[in-house]
Nanobody, 118 residues
């Protein structure tokens, strides 16, 4: 089970930190991805981190978002800075695997709403 938290309302240019806590320590063996979905749009992969800490970002968040993990706490974070209104979405974390690219497994959190507005 994955549980996200940390969403809320932020001003443009502001910051939020999302957390994804896993109920099982074996999350440390998996890659983790943060996705987001806004109304009328497909779910979009935003950032990923491998089990050994390698990260990857979609172009629209590169340089603004940072994904990290604390395996002792079975937690993956998404630090979001310089937020823009287009970052508004429900954010989900997912456990997956890496081949040539990230492949999501059927382990999803319930989502946390991020709203960026003045």
């Amino acid at each position: 089970q994955l549980v996200e938290s940390g969403g809320g309302l932020a001003l443009p240019g502001g910051s939020l930190r999302l957390s994804c806590v896993a109920s099982e320590r074996r999350i440390r063996s998996f890659a983790v991805g943060w996705y987001r979905q806004s109304p009328g749009n497909l779910r979009e992969l935003v950032a990923t981190i491998t089990s050994d800490g390698k990260t990857n970002y979609t172009a629209s968040v590169e340089g603004r978002f940072t994904i990290s993990r604390d395996n002792d706490k079975s937690t993956v974070y998404l630090q979001m800075s310089n937020l823009k209104p287009e970052d508004t979405a429900v954010y989900y974390c997912n456990a997956g695997v890496y081949g040539t690219s990230y492949f999501p497994l059927d382990f999803w959190g319930q989502g946390t709403q991020v709203t960026v507005s003045s």
